[in-house]
Structures are given as C-alpha cells and as structure tokens.
C-alpha cells in the first residue's frame, strides 16, 4: 500500500460546479482523495455556477454523483458525509458581477490557503473568468488556476485564451489539464524508459520498427453533441491525449522530472512532428464517421441520429493517422495513430513493435518475422506486456512460439488504481506541474492540428462512414497494411 502524503490545507473553488465534468470526474476524485485522508480536514470544496441553488442543495446533488460515479465498494457512509460538509457552494456569473463579492468574502476568510481555480467551464468563459478574479483581487502567491481542455479549437483561439488567462496569470501558476497525463500507466511510461537500462538502449529507428497508439471508445457523442460536432476526433483527442502520449514515447531523457525539464522534452518532439498537408493527406490519414451499428450486443445509432435534428455533418468521429518524428532517433520510424468512438471496445494502448532479426538459425516455418513486441495496456486493465519468442517445449524439433512476459499492475500492487484526476487535482495544490501542459506545447500542437484541419477542409469527400463497434473504416485497416503491417489487435 503506497504512503499518502496530505497536502498543505486548500480552499479549491471549482467554477462549473453544477456541469457534468464536476459531477462524473472532479467531485469522486476529491471524494476518494478525502477517504485516503490526503485532503486536511480544514480544506473546502467550493463550487460556484450560475445556477441559483444553496450549499445544502449542491451538497445533495454532490450525493447524487458520489453515489452515481463512485464504486458501490468505496462509498463509506461516516467518510461521504465528512466529506459532503466540506462542500460549499457561491451563485457566481463569470460573465457580469453577480456573485463575485460572495465569493471573495468567502474566500477572505481565510487568506493564506492554497487556492486552486478550477475552470470546469467551457473555454469561452475562461478569460472573464480571470479577469474577475483579478478585478476582485483573488490572485495571489498561494494561487493557481487550472484549465481544461480544450484551450481552444485553433491556434488562434488557443493564443487568444493564453493570452487573457496569462494576463492575470503568470505561466508557473497556470496548470493545463491533460487527463491522460495522469493516467498511471502513462506516468509508468516514464519509469518504463528512464527507470530502467535495457529499453532506453533498444528505443531507437536502429532497433524499433514502428510504433501504434490506439485509443478506442465505445461511447458515442453522449450528450455532448454541440460541443462534439464542433470540434471532432482530431480536436477532441489527437491534438490533446494521442499527441501527449507520442510525446512520452518518443521524447529524449528529460534531464530531471521537473515540469520544465519534461516540458522542454516534449515540445521538441511536437516540434519534429511532421506536418500533414494537401499533399500527403490522402496517403496518411482516414476519417471516419459512426453510422448504425451494434456495441456489446446492443444495437446503437450512428452519428447523425445522435446529433438530432442537424443538417448532414462532416465531423470525423475517427482519426487513424501515420505519423513521422523527423528527428535523428526516430528517422523512418512510422507512429501509426488511432482514436474513435464506438469502437468495439474501451481498450487504449501503446504498442512498440521491434525490428525482425537480421538473421535466422531457426527454421522459417517456425519464426515470425517481428517477434518482439511491448504492449503498454493504458485502459480497461493497466499494465504492460512484452513479447519474446521461447521454444515450444517438448522433445520435438526446435519450435518457436511467442511467450509474454506480462504485468498487470493491479494484480502485481493489488491495490485500486485512482483515477486520473484524483493524482492531478493533488498535483495543483502540491503545485507540481510536470503532469501539465505548457503554453507552448499546446499551441505548437495546435498549430500541426491546424495544417490537417486545413487539409481536410480542402478535400471535398466526407469521413468514410463505419459501423458502430468496428475498428473504424476499412481503409484505417489499408493504411497500415499498404506498409506491410497491421494493427495489434487482441481478443477480450
Ligand atoms: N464532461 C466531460 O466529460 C469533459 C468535459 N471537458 C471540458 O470541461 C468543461 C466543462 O464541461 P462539462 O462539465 O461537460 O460542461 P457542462 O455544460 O455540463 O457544464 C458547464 C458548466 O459551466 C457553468 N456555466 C456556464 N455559463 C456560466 C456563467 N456565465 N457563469 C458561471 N458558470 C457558468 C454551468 O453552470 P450553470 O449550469 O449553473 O449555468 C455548468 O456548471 C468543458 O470545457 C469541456 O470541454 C473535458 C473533458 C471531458
Ligand atoms: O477528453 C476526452 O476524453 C474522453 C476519454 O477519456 P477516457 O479517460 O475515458 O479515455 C473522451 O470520451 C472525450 O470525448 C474527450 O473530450
């Protein structure tokens, strides 16, 4: 069981406090959080939205969502309650004066607290918000404002919210969230390389053939098609989470662990990343778009329904993608990229496929050519497997066969693993930014999101339609194959 260090006693105000991201993801995060006793008794969550409710009320809605998103398993009556009477609750408009004065009196009370800013809104309001709390003289030293994404849907609009956040903000008080980043195995990822000697030695286009990011979904649009049909896969999750995680992959031995140092890493490897223009775009990428179909057993509608009432949409709901890291360790090294909603399963993983022996002693029959595989499971079931060729046992002839070595961190820990948010909200009080993203990695991403989106928009066809719980479009399948491989794909 690992040792929870408490964090310094905090007043975090979540703005957005009624939206569906509080409710799902950041109110379990603290609840759990609180149960593990890492959150001082003397700290307050306070909610702030524009809906007129008391804090007895918002503290029965919190209820409501703990006993919603929590496991049945980790709800603890003495513990839920302790922690629903560290909930407030402040009627704030980002947009006009209403509300701001409570909340500055409650926030006075007490001066010296950490005191994160959650921007749990969407991103429109993130710089009326800022200037508010500036103009009612809520920023100081102890605080730290945390945005999510998307910051923005251009470079454009992405610079536009730097800039007004970091008006009132400097950079080292402004933590970006990226949930994955706070994902445990993607923070093993880091160990996995630099915590180790073996594959830090092999991590390069000398020894790896190629590398595959999937990350599949089997939700549709939920109920967030306005904001969905706006923004697409490309936006939605590649800019974001696919690139941060290529970032991971491919990035040199930051020199510590210190946000810069990481940050620094990371950008360069945006940096390298090849842009995708009108030229190569039909060759190395594919939209898709979900049309009817049947996840898990269960008919499901396809993409246009789901949006309603709506003219025909051009939004890909699936982006498969190969991309290149112009840089000399990763020199004729694809990065084939994946991400789509209802696909056949949750199942999100990074897979680095090594090069095929230059030289075999054994018998063709008997030796794949590309034996060596590690697997990087980042969802449902954490953990990493690593592929290598054993001989079939037995007093016959010399068989090869692939045998994993395979590590489940849950059974290996035998522990729950928190959730992303749970590590980052902790991290912003702790005022840690290493799982964060910096202004300048956002808009470099931004900007290579941009070349592509341009691209697209140039091409007159639509996304290729796919049935709801297949792997998207059959030519995500050819993009791969025309190179002579295919996409890791493993049975449930
Ligand atoms: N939901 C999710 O799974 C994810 C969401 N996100 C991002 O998180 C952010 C929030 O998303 P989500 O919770 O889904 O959105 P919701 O639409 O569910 O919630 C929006 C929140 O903003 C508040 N709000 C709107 N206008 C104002 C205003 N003028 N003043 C004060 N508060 C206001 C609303 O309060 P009220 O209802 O009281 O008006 C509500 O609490 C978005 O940027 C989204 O992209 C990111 C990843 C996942
Ligand atoms: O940021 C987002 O992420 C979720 C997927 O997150 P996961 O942790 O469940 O893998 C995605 O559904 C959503 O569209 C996107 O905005």
Redesign the pocket.
Known sequence: MATIIPVSSFDYVV???????????LLPALYQRFRDAQIPETSRIIG????EITTEVFRERARDALLSFVPASDIDETRLQGFLDHLFYV??????DDGWSDLKRLLDERPDRIRPFY?????D?YG??CRNLDRYGLIGENTRVVL???IGKDLKSARAINDAVGAVFPESQIFR?D?YLGKETVQNLLALRFANTIFERLWNADVIDHVQITVGETVGVE??AG?YDTSGALRDMVQNHILQLLCLTAMESPISLDADSVRDEKLKVLRALKPITAADVQSVTVRGQYAAGAVGGQPVAGYQTDLGDHPPSRTETFVALKLEVQSWRWAGVPFYVRTGKRLPRKHSEIVVQFRASPFSIFPSESFGREPNRLVIRLQPEEGMKLEVMTKDPGPGGMRLRPTNLDISFEETFKQRYPDAYERLLMDVVRGNATLFMRRDEVEVAWAWADTLLKAWADRPEPPRPYAAGSWGPTAAIALIERDGRTWHEELP
Do not use: C, M, N, W
Not at 15 to 25: E, M, P, S, V, Y
């Open positions: 703005f957005g406090a009624t939206g569906d991201l509080t409710q799902r993801k702030a939205s524009r809906t009627t704030v408009d980002a947009l006009g921007l749990a809104t969407s991103p309001l009326a918000i999510e994404k998307p969230i949930h109920g967030r904001y």
